[in-house]
Nanobody, 126 residues
Framework: QLQLVESGGGLVQPGGSLRLSCAAS????????IGWFRQAPGKEREGVSC????????YYADSVKGRFTISRDNAKNTVYLQMNSLKPEDTAVYYC???????????????????WGQGTQVTVSS
């Protein structure tokens, strides 16, 4: 069964950090571009960050530039999202997705994904 599983979410105070993980089972992530997306209550889902197969290209939404870092470890079949300086407006369910062939900016902007995870909740609150 082809599956993506997110982990690492939780409750954190403003200014804190979290690292999300996106692990694949049933297929090899290294042949896919991977993206992180989020959906806050009452808002539409948005692309947060995307990374190419080789990690040579990355994309970040303006709202997270300088605070979030996407990376991948193909040997572990896992992609990460390091989130620093978290703000209350970062509160959302975070999803990862895999797309076989796509420019990373298009993947994030158009929310393209062949496979999607179930999401992990991130809550930033004091």
């Amino acid at each position: 069964q082809l599956q993506l599983v997110e982990s690492g979410g939780g409750l954190v105070q403003p200014g804190g950090s979290l690292r999300l993980s996106c692990a694949a089972s049933g297929f090899t992530l290294e042949t896919y571009a991977i993206g992180w997306f989020r959906q806050a209550p009452g808002k539409e889902r948005e692309g947060v960050s995307c990374i190419s197969r080789s990690a040579g290209n990355t994309y970040y939404a303006d709202s997270v530039k300088g605070r979030f870092t996407i990376s991948r470890d193909n040997a572990k079949n896992t992609v990460y999202l390091q989130m620093n300086s978290l703000k209350p407006e970062d509160t959302a369910v975070y999803y990862c997705a895999a797309k076989k062939i796509t420019p990373v900016q298009a993947m994030c902007a158009l929310q393209r994904g062949d496979y999607w995870g179930q999401g992990t909740q991130v809550t930033v609150s004091s």
